[in-house]
């Protein structure tokens, strides 16, 4: 069989150490086989794989779903419609779900707090968020979100006012969530751009606030 | 707080993976909550023996559901995916180093 190949020596290292390639982990060469498989099987188109990757990995993250946020901030109708059902609301910005599943924007109020988990697995808005970081997949963090939502909030610095309730979200395959954080105080009169700068992947998870402007890192 | 960023693939496998199953789905092979279903129990399986911590066990979980997915499909059998995960082995092992890995030649 010809035409399939791979590059190896992603890290730097010494070459003289390894006299053939380096040998990728076991559940690496089970992925390559069934790349290789499917590849043959013609399921696969050569370089799709590669533009997936390329999706994920440099154009969709976190920043779509700030600047979801900091529109809703600066735009009470867009808010209003984005609260009324989001799903159509972030397709018209060119974030919309690739398996079909329908978004929930949840607000944050000095009322109520949301956080959302997914106990299932790790559902989670990708078009808005991207990846979901190691912790949300973790078992702790799913199961205690549930069992102990303060604490949890508590383990990620944050602090809510007694009179604030929290409430969690399940996440599904079909229904993801995305909390829109609270307009942090001293906001007033930036742009949106700024704005966006301030909402933080967590803040949108509900495992975090919203900066303060001008606070630094 | 720190900003910065993580990666989003802590390894190269782990987003390969991922890709093969995301094109597969849109390819119309499966749908997706029937895939989560699968993989929630995958996931529960492994974490009645031991906590998961979200990183490498999480793709290995999601691995074995995609592996045993595509057997229920019909698509691959586990004999032919560990013959052709060996031969990718010693292809790796009969490579000089640097040089591009083929397979089968």
Not at chain 1, 3 to 11: D, K, Q, R, S
Not at chain 1, 33 to 55: F, H, N, Q, R, V
Not at chain 2, 61 to 79: C, I, K, N, R
Request: with cysteine; glycine share 10%.
């Amino acid at each position: 069989m010809t035409g399939l190949i791979a590059t190896v020596g992603l890290m730097p290292h010494d070459h003289s150490e390894h006299p053939h390639a380096l040998l990728p982990p076991d559940p690496a060469l089970r992925v390559k086989a069934l790349e290789t498989i499917l590849t043959g099987k013609g399921l696969i188109t050569p370089g799709a794989l590669d533009e997936i990757i390329d999706t994920y990995q440099n154009r969709i993250g976190p920043q779509n779903g700030a600047d979801v946020v900091a529109r809703a901030w600066s735009d009470a109708d867009f808010r209003l419609a984005l609260l009324k059902d989001a799903t159509p609301v972030v397709a018209d910005l060119g974030y919309y779900g690739r398996q079909g599943e329908h978004m929930v924007v949840v607000e944050n109020t000095p009322e109520q707090h949301n956080m959302v988990v997914c106990t299932l697995c790790s559902c989670y808005p990708w078009p808005l968020l991207g990846i979901p970081p190691g912790w949300y997949k973790s078992d702790a963090y799913r199961a205690r979100a549930v069992r102990e939502p303060r604490k949890v909030l508590a383990d990620f610095g944050v602090t809510l006012p007694r009179g604030t309730a929290v409430r969690v979200w399940d996440s599904t395959a079909e229904v993801r969530y995305l909390v829109l954080p609270m307009r942090p105080e001293g906001s007033e009169g930036l742009g949106r751009e700024d704005l966006a700068r301030l909402v933080t992947r967590d803040s949108m998870i509900g495992t975090g606030l919203a900066l303060a402007p001008g606070g630094g890192a | 707080m720190n900003t910065a960023p993580e990666p989003v693939f802590s390894q190269p496998w782990h987003a390969q993976v991922f890709a093969l199953t995301v094109y597969l789905n849109e390819a119309g092979h499966f749908d997706w909550p029937d895939w989560a279903a699968r993989f929630s129990t995958t996931l529960k399986a492994h974490g009645l023996t031991r906590e998961l911590d979200g990183g490498e066990d999480y793709f290995n979980a999601w691995l074995e559901t995609l592996e045993s997915l595509l057997t229920e499909l019909g698509q691959t059998s586990p004999d032919q995916v560990e013959q052709m995960r060996k031969a990718w082995e010693a292809a790796y092992l009969a490579t000089p180093h640097g040089d591009v890995v083929r397979l089968g030649t």
